[in-house]
């Protein structure tokens, strides 16, 4: 009988412990070689964009274009994943499943305080969720309205979802890419907005209730990149100096900056009904190979933190992990700045990475000062430094097998790179090996530049974020050695390195 207690106690210490980790705790679980230690991936699967993003009561709800059944993309669902501070995460049963009117592709989800919808009761403010649905019959019958917008509300908190009956809310005028709704409330106009992506460019939708959808206006069809179809949109406002700037997000597959996947931005005005911009030129978000499909949380406040998906479509099936496929970027807090006339987009790592920071290592340079070298470096970390006198110059991320990835700036070109050619695995793409550029759009003689380091990922954040630049990479061994590169009497100041804890 004791014995029996005994083991009815530590059974039910293991699953506490399990639930308050909130993870698959089987053995080895986010140790695989490969696993990214301070970036979101889901336990066992496929996984792509990031969807329903949305903040309510203390947690940021993160839904996931997810496969249960394979480490390749399939018939859709939307996984589920909470965060009470976007780093450390406990993933969720699934929240929407696969129906008779199709697959469930990437959308959105705001919080329906004013209970617009109908959906809530007794009080209760129903999350609703808006996304497409890929129905492949129709797409293989040959026909062009194949995806169409659908929503579900959740009165427990994002924990159970129920399909409205009356779905689909937007149907298809016979556009075959028309998916990705990104919806927000538009206070002046009590109303809210759809920002979906059609084809070639956004149409914007309203709708006093989240059922009944008007077309308003369309844009981008003659601006901005089209080298792909235009996916996964988001608009919100943000301010500068006081002034309320509206800023468009669009990925698009292929035609991404480096090739590939990529997204773009635009900077502009919108009145409720139409988006315009003066701008002409095309910016994008972040210019590494390994960022697509990324927006923002809905009901944050005047913060706007995005997500994106750290892969790119070119290979995102046959990357080398087993038990999943794919990764987040870390959650990166937006704002504005003017350069030289022009407004652009910044990206920074959000504050909350604080709560993994742990006390820098001890990096007195070895050897010059402005070549330093580091061995024995932790799994995962940030480096920071500055650079005055800006010129060329390089970092190195090696191993001992002598696999390594180049992050470094070249003047002439004035550009920053990622030198991904030899990374180690490369033979599961031919497209994976390859160097990758992004514009110094910052003109000053000094640069801050951040870069967070996991067990198969780099984040470039350089100038505050003005150019970033995101790349996967899968070496043999972990890369442990740092060493800079400096020839053109560059001054390297400050370096720190920040090693993470483990988010799992
Ligand atoms: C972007 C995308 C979306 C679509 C989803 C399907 O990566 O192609 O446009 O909704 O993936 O999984």
Redesign the pocket.
């Known amino acids: 009988m004791m014995k029996i207690k005994q083991c009815l106690l530590i059974s039910f210490c293991l699953f506490s412990a399990a639930h308050l980790k909130g993870q698959d705790k089987a053995a080895g679980a986010y140790k695989e070689q490969y696993r990214p230690q301070v970036h979101f991936s889901p336990a066992k699967k496929w996984m792509?964009?990031p969807n329903g993003m949305v903040f309510y009561k203390g947690v940021y709800h993160l839904f996931f274009?997810y496969y249960p059944n394979a480490t390749i993309?399939g018939p859709?669902h939307w996984g589920h994943a909470e965060s009470a501070d976007m780093i450390h995460w406990k993933q969720m049963p699934i929240a929407l499943y696969p129906d008779s009117i199709g697959y469930i592709?990437?959308g959105s989800a705001v919080v329906d305080e004013h209970n617009t919808s109908g959906f809530g009761k007794n009080g209760k403010i129903p999350l609703v969720a808006i996304f497409?649905q890929h129905d492949p019959v129709g797409e293989k019958a040959g026909k062009d309205n194949f995806q169409t917008q659908s929503i579900a509300y959740s009165l427990d908190e994002g924990q159970t979802w129920t399909k409205y009956p009356g779905n689909p809310v937007l149907k298809n005028p016979g556009i075959k890419d028309f998916?990705?709704p990104k919806v927000m409330w538009y206070a002046p106009g009590n109303k809210w907005v759809m920002t979906l992506a059609t084809k070639d460019r956004i149409t914007f939708y309203s709708s006093p209730n989240l059922k009944d959808w008007t077309k308003e206006s369309e844009f981008g069809a003659d601006k901005g990149g089209h080298g792909g179809v235009w996916?996964?949109p988001d608009l919100f406002p943000l301010q500068l100096d006081g002034k309320t700037h509206w800023v468009l997000l669009v990925?698009n597959?292929p035609g991404g900056p480096n090739g590939g996947s990529g997204t773009q931005y635009f900077i502009g005005d919108f009145d409720g009904k139409k988006f315009t911009t003066a701008s002409t030129d095309t910016k994008w978000i972040d210019y590494g190979p390994d960022d697509?499909?990324g927006v923002t949380w809905a009901n944050t406040g005047n913060r706007k933190v995005f997500l994106g998906w750290m892969s790119n479509?070119t290979y995102a099936t046959q990357v080398p992990t087993e038990k999943w496929r794919n990764a987040m970027t870390v959650p990166r807090e937006l704002a504005l700045k003017q350069i030289d006339g022009s407004i652009f987009l910044t990206s920074a790592p959000v504050k909350e990475l604080a709560q993994i920071t742990l006390k820098p290592l001890n990096v007195a340079a070895k050897g010059n000062v402005n070549t330093p070298a580091y061995s024995s470096l932790p799994a995962q970390y940030i480096l920071k430094f500055k650079v005055h006198n800006i010129n060329d110059y390089s970092i190195a991320l090696s191993n001992e097998a002598g696999e390594k990835l180049i992050i470094g700036y070249d003047k002439s070109k004035n550009r920053y790179y990622i030198d991904r050619t030899k990374p180690g695995k490369t033979d599961f793409n031919t497209q994976f090996a390859g160097t990758f550029f992004a514009r110094r759009i910052s003109s000053g003689p000094s640069s801050d530049i951040e870069l967070i380091v996991d067990a198969s990922s780099v984040e470039l954040f350089a100038d505050r974020g003005l150019s970033v630049m995101t790349g996967v990479f899968f070496p043999n061994k972990p890369y442990d050695h740092l060493q800079f590169q400096n020839d053109k009497g560059v001054i390297i100041k400050d370096v720190e390195i920040l090693p993470l804890k483990s988010i799992w």
């Open positions: 792509n964009d274009q993309w859709m592709f990437s497409c998916r990705d996916e996964c990925s597959n697509y499909a479509w």
